[in-house]
């Protein structure tokens, strides 16, 4: 595992953004999995900017997102589909068939969580992983207790959860309380994972899955066992990190990191 810290928001975000565009032009056919929520709003602009103004092209492009509410239609505006079509899809030059999340109005969700997995496999596995975390450090909807070895499937949320998304929608009522996930052990699979975190709320939970134990409590923290796994913070994530001055060194040394050190 690797830990970036940046001076902001946009500059963390800004980081990630050149990571995702690097993969993309290397590779033009990636498997990205995605990621939803407020702090990759910010990401996915700087993309649609960057396919825009510099011909970032995700015309070969698959995409598996991380997850999708059960119950909710895909023209809801609470419904993953549609954010990831508003915040991204809308705005760049990918195939909306080769645009993928698991499917919440399926009449069996065991059968279709088996099929999103199937899929996934079938498209040749997940290149790059983007990750976000929640409080509680669930990632995906992998809450607290959730198995290491996980598979895609579905979830009851948890009240903390549920009371942090509902205030995305209109209409709070309208937060269902089950979601389809893909799993921990699904994450662990993809070639290269990438986890985005910015505010001071993140701080503690982000200390926790880098430095502290690996638990099915915080299952963020099962991103210590992966062969390829960065996690970019900014400097008020940072806060409550032991071995700041460590993370700092290696980003300013690593000639791994060269190319990267301008994305402000």
């Known amino acids: 595992m690797e830990l970036v810290i940046r001076p902001d928001t946009e500059a963390a975000c800004n980081l990630v953004a050149a990571i995702i565009a690097k993969a993309v032009r290397e590779k033009p056919d990636l498997v990205l999995g995605l990621a939803t929520g407020r702090t990759m709003e910010r990401l996915y602009a700087r993309l649609a900017a960057m396919h825009r103004d510099e011909g970032l092209d995700f015309s070969r492009c698959r995409t598996f997102n991380l997850d999708e509410y059960i119950g909710l239609p895909v023209e809801h505006p609470g419904s993953y589909r549609y954010y990831m079509n508003r915040h991204l899809f809308n705005h760049i030059n990918i195939d909306p068939a080769n645009t993928f999340l698991p499917d919440g109005m399926a009449a069996d969700i065991k059968v279709g969580c088996a099929a999103y997995e199937k899929k996934i496999v079938e498209s040749g596995g997940i290149d790059l992983q983007l990750l976000g975390i ?122 791994d990191w060269d190319e990267y050190r301008t994305a402000k």
């Not at 509680?136 to 198995?147: A, K, R, V, Y």
């Not at 959860?161 to 996930?181: E, G, K």
């Not at 662990?188 to 701080?203: C, M, Q």
């Not at 299952?219 to 210590?224: D, E, I, N, R, V």
Request: glycine share 6%; proline share 5%; with cysteine.
């Open 134 to 255: 929640g409080a509680d450090g669930h990632i995906g909807f992998n809450e607290p207790l959730s198995g290491l070895k996980s598979r895609t499937r579905d979830k009851t949320l948890a009240e903390p959860t549920i009371n942090v998304n509902r205030t995305l929608f209109t209409n709070p009522n309208d937060m269902p309380r089950r979601a389809i996930t893909m799993g921990v052990g699904t994450i662990l699979d993809a070639r290269s994972v990438i986890l985005l975190a910015t505010g001071k709320s993140k701080a503690d939970i982000i200390a926790k899955a880098v430095e502290g134990p690996i638990t099915s409590m915080v299952t963020a923290s099962a991103l210590q066992l992966h062969q390829q796994c960065r996690v970019v913070v900014d400097e008020d994530a940072a806060t409550e990190l032991q071995h700041q001055d460590y993370y700092r060194w290696i980003f300013d040394h690593d000639p």
